[in-house]
């Protein structure tokens, strides 16, 4: 379709409005005024409004919050509760084991629990008022290039309006132009134009491959007499049940203001058992004694989904390239260890921020000039946070015995562990043929749904408030569906429709003929893309549907 798009042209623009853009953005306008620079700053956002793609545990290290915005407090920022005292616990089927020490990377006494969604929410109102031109409701669809197509000069928005067949309807509006000297992009985990990006600009070379967890979490309204109006902590981790040993993962729960309770599951993806769905775990979790005892009498809020990069420094892109930088969690840059991300995701879009500006200054945007990214960083106290939690992931990864071997030696020796640069496979490669066990134990799962305080996928999808046109073209590409219904189904049993927490795909039958068929939902589709990561025959791809859709999270 040959479209004549408009083209607007900014110095610098952000992709994504998450944490690290926001950061960046914010910082960027700080120190063009410092310098008396005059700058024209745009940030998009695929969601209808900022924030409502924002969710995480969150426990905030409000470390980079502190440098970026001093008198945060006074400024409003939506802060739940502060930890005031730190619970590790071991879960078996029936019961628990509190631990006896809480590892030093999870000492969180002091720190904030926020809801990312209300957290970034704030931020954007915050950089709106200094300036930044923020735009929600539009996807960044396509990077454009220079003729000679290494130097990245802007990006694309999502034509608005298609009908099903991809044909204009009568409200078509095509995607923008939107140019820029620098792009910083900050999609997230698995960002779909950071792994176009990966084609063409070979980003990923020499670098191992980048690993997630996918997680589940809830908001939940207590009694007014509940857990915490006793407990002397109110950040809660847990590990062991419902995983097995070699599956990493586990468990939160934190105190939120209002009687309210955070509480999550996440799973490794690097997981072998096909039959494995991350929601039937959520909601084992939730049955616990231990957990069911604290939210007992308790109502589901709101829900959401969403994959976590956790593959940490071994696993990060080059961060930098002509006319463009990496920020966030596309960048694999998370505290894996401590189990957050917000704190260094923003200081990593603060130190992009820093970098632009000298590029200003210099007039020079290719990737020599813009390197001084990756030298800020490497003097930054996120990269000794990266440092430390460099073999992590990788460790979790290792089954049995060997797991603990390596975990004990990292954490003596600040993350170095018996083999720096311990390797690790990519998720999509890891499962194993299924066994008739496997089917039998998913068969005979007891399912403990009540629609209030233990509610299923499509509830779930209902309370994350995801909204998508329907006649539309679907965002989600499965390149041949003969796999999924043939080869896939017969050696996995299609785990596409376990391991998607807003039920997208499902297999149907012909009674007459017994031909198989998939059929997407991807009107219930929660943006988590972890179809993308662990397909074993990398058949799907996620794309962005229509800016303005997906989840509406606002408290998670």
Same mark, same amino acid.
């Given at each position: 379709?040959?479209?004549?798009?408009?083209?607007?042209?900014?110095?610098?623009?952000?992709?994504?409005?998450? *944490?690290?853009?926001?950061?960046?953005?914010?910082?960027?306008?700080?120190?063009?005024?410092?310098?008396?620079? %005059?700058?024209?700053?745009?940030?998009?956002?695929?969601?209808?409004?900022?924030?409502?793609?924002?969710?995480?545990?969150?426990?905030?290290?409000?470390?980079?919050?502190?440098?970026?915005?001093?008198?945060?407090?006074?400024?409003?920022? *939506?802060?739940?509760?502060?930890?005031?005292?730190?619970?590790?616990?071991?879960?078996?089927?029936?019961?628990?084991?509190?631990? !006896?020490?809480?590892?030093?990377?999870?000492?969180?006494?002091?720190?904030?629990?926020?809801?990312?969604?209300?957290? @970034?929410?704030?931020?954007?109102?915050?950089?709106? /008022?200094?300036?930044?031109?923020?735009? *929600?409701?539009?996807?960044?669809?396509?990077?454009? =290039?220079? /003729?000679?197509?290494?130097?990245?000069?802007?990006?694309?928005?999502?034509?608005?309006?298609?009908?099903?067949?991809?044909? *204009?309807?009568? %409200?078509?509006?095509?995607?923008?132009?939107?140019?820029?000297?620098?792009?910083?992009?900050?999609?997230?985990?698995?960002?779909?134009?950071?792994?176009?990006?990966?084609?063409?600009?070979?980003?990923?070379?020499?670098?191992? !491959?980048?690993?997630?967890?996918?997680?589940?979490?809830?908001?939940?309204?207590?009694?007014?007499?509940?857990?915490?109006?006793?407990? $002397?902590? %109110?950040?809660? #981790?847990?590990?062991?049940?419902?995983? &097995?040993?070699?599956?990493?993962?586990?468990?939160?729960?934190?105190?939120?203001? &209002?009687?309210?309770?955070?509480?999550?599951?996440?799973?490794?993806?690097?997981?072998?058992?096909?039959?494995?769905?991350?929601?039937?775990?959520?909601? $084992?979790?939730?049955?616990?004694?231990?957990?069911?005892?604290?939210?007992?009498?308790?109502?589901?809020?709101?829900?959401?989904?969403?994959?976590?990069?956790?593959?940490? =420094?071994?696993?990060?892109?080059?961060?930098?390239?002509?006319?463009?930088?990496?920020?966030?969690?596309?960048?694999?840059?998370?505290?894996?260890?401590?189990?957050?991300?917000?704190?260094?995701?923003?200081?990593?879009?603060?130190?992009?921020?820093?970098?632009?500006?000298?590029?200003?200054?210099?007039?020079?945007?290719?990737?020599? @000039?813009?390197?001084?990214?990756?030298?800020?960083?490497?003097?930054?106290?996120?990269?000794?946070?990266?440092?430390?939690?460099?073999?992590?992931?990788?460790?979790?990864?290792?089954?049995?015995?060997?797991?603990?071997?390596?975990?004990?030696?990292?954490?003596? @020796?600040?993350?170095?562990?018996?083999?720096?640069?311990?390797?690790?496979?990519?998720?999509?490669?890891?499962?194993?043929?299924?066994?008739?066990?496997?089917?039998? /134990?998913? /068969?005979?799962?007891?399912?403990?749904?009540?629609?209030?305080?233990?509610?299923?996928?499509? @509830?779930?999808?209902?309370?994350?408030?995801?909204?998508?046109?329907?006649?539309?073209?679907?965002?989600?590409?499965?390149?041949?569906?003969?796999?999924?219904?043939?080869?896939?189904?017969?050696?996995?049993?299609?785990?596409?429709?376990?391991?998607?927490?807003? %039920?997208?795909?499902?297999?149907?039958?012909?009674?007459?003929?017994? $031909?198989?068929?998939?059929?997407?939902?991807?009107?219930?589709?929660? #943006?988590?893309?972890?179809? &993308?990561?662990? &397909? !074993?025959?990398?058949?799907?791809?996620?794309?962005?549907?229509?800016?303005?859709?997906?989840?509406?999270?606002?408290?998670?």
């Amino acid at each position: 379709m040959d479209i004549e798009r408009e083209k607007i042209e900014f110095d610098v623009l952000f992709v994504g409005g998450g *944490p690290a853009s926001l950061a960046g953005a914010i910082r960027l306008m700080q120190l063009a005024k410092e310098k008396n620079i %005059n700058l024209e700053v745009a940030l998009i956002e695929k969601g209808a409004e900022i924030g409502s793609h924002g969710l995480s545990g969150a426990v905030l290290n409000p470390i980079a919050l502190k440098e970026l915005i001093p008198d945060y407090s006074e400024k409003g920022c *939506p802060i739940e509760t502060v930890v005031r005292g730190d619970e590790f616990l071991y879960l078996t089927k029936n019961s628990f084991f509190r631990a !006896p020490f809480v590892p030093r990377y999870m000492h969180n006494k002091g720190y904030f629990v926020i809801s990312l969604s209300k957290f @970034t929410k704030w931020l954007g109102e915050i950089a709106l /008022e200094m300036g930044v031109n923020i735009f *929600p409701g539009f996807a960044g669809k396509e990077v454009l =290039y220079a /003729e000679n197509n290494k130097n990245v000069i802007g990006i694309r928005t999502g034509d608005k309006g298609l009908g099903k067949d991809g044909a *204009p309807k009568s %409200n078509f509006e095509s995607g923008i132009d939107l140019m820029a000297k620098v792009t910083v992009f900050g999609e997230g985990a698995r960002g779909s134009l950071v792994q176009d990006m990966a084609k063409k600009l070979d980003i990923f070379s020499d670098k191992m !491959p980048q690993v997630f967890e996918v997680g589940i979490k809830e908001v939940i309204q207590l009694p007014e007499i509940n857990y915490f109006s006793t407990s $002397k902590g %109110n950040d809660i #981790h847990t590990l062991g049940y419902p995983l &097995d040993f070699d599956t990493p993962g586990g468990g939160f729960i934190y105190e939120m203001k &209002d009687n309210k309770v955070a509480i999550g599951f996440l799973a490794g993806l690097c997981y072998e058992n096909p039959m494995f769905d991350i929601y039937d775990e959520f909601l $084992k979790f939730k049955s616990h004694p231990f957990v069911a005892g604290i939210i007992k009498g308790g109502k589901v809020l709101q829900q959401g989904a969403r994959t976590v990069s956790t593959g940490g =420094y071994y696993t990060m892109p080059k961060l930098y390239v002509n006319g463009a930088l990496f920020v966030g969690g596309c960048a694999a840059i998370q505290n894996t260890p401590a189990l957050k991300g917000i704190h260094a995701s923003m200081k990593s879009g603060m130190l992009a921020a820093e970098a632009i500006i000298s590029a200003l200054e210099e007039n020079s945007f290719n990737a020599e @000039t813009l390197s001084i990214y990756k030298a800020l960083f490497e003097k930054s106290w996120l990269n000794g946070e990266m440092l430390e939690g460099r073999n992590f992931a990788q460790a979790l990864a290792k089954k049995g015995i060997t797991k603990f071997v390596h975990l004990g030696a990292q954490y003596f @020796t600040k993350g170095r562990g018996i083999r720096d640069g311990l390797s690790t496979e990519e998720d999509c490669t890891t499962l194993k043929q299924i066994k008739e066990s496997d089917q039998a /134990e998913a /068969e005979i799962k007891k399912k403990v749904i009540d629609g209030t305080l233990y509610v299923d996928k499509l @509830t779930g999808v209902y309370l994350s408030k995801t909204m998508h046109r329907e006649d539309q073209p679907c965002h989600i590409i499965v390149h041949d569906t003969n796999i999924c219904v043939n080869e896939c189904y017969e050696k996995y049993r299609s785990p596409c429709t376990k391991f998607c927490p807003g %039920n997208v795909y499902e297999i149907e039958t012909d009674e007459k003929t017994m $031909k198989r068929r998939l059929k997407l939902n991807f009107s219930n589709c929660l #943006h988590c893309k972890t179809c &993308d990561i662990k &397909d !074993p025959y990398r058949n799907i791809k996620w794309t962005c549907p229509e800016g303005g859709e997906g989840p509406g999270y606002t408290m998670v």
